[in-house]
């Protein structure tokens, strides 16, 4: 069984600066790609960004050029830093992996650090 678990959430004021990390119970490099989701309340969970095994990363327009997503093969972890916080980018935060099993693919997910941007 995997496990991925979230942390590095918290409160901080906008234009502040968060780090998440998402640590894996295995090599990350057996996952087809580490991703962030988030939802915030009253709606749907959205992918924020994500890292392939190869390394290729992708974020969505509403974080391009102030979250960036990145990993420590050594520590099995994918981290999102998050700077330039705005108020809408509170909500909780989702590691998400998929991982190639025999019968097909199996995604995972962890249970969610709470991100808050309020002043």
């Known amino acids: 069984q995997v496990q991925l678990v979230e942390s590095g959430g918290g409160l901080v004021q906008p234009g502040g600066s968060l780090r998440l990390s998402c640590a894996a119970s295995r090599n990350i490099f057996s996952f087809l790609a580490v991703a962030w989701y988030r939802q915030a309340p009253g709606k749907q969970r959205e992918w924020v960004a994500d890292i392939t095994t190869e390394g290729s990363t992708n974020s969505a327009d509403s974080v391009k050029g102030r979250f960036t997503v990145s990993r420590d093969n050594a520590k099995n972890t994918v981290y999102l830093q998050m700077n330039s916080l705005k108020p809408e980018d509170t909500a909780v935060y989702y590691c998400?992996?998929?991982?190639?099993?025999?019968?097909?693919?199996?995604?995972?997910w962890g249970q969610g650090t709470q991100v808050t941007v309020s002043s």
């Open positions: 998400y992996a998929k991982l190639v099993i025999t019968t097909g693919i199996q995604s995972y």
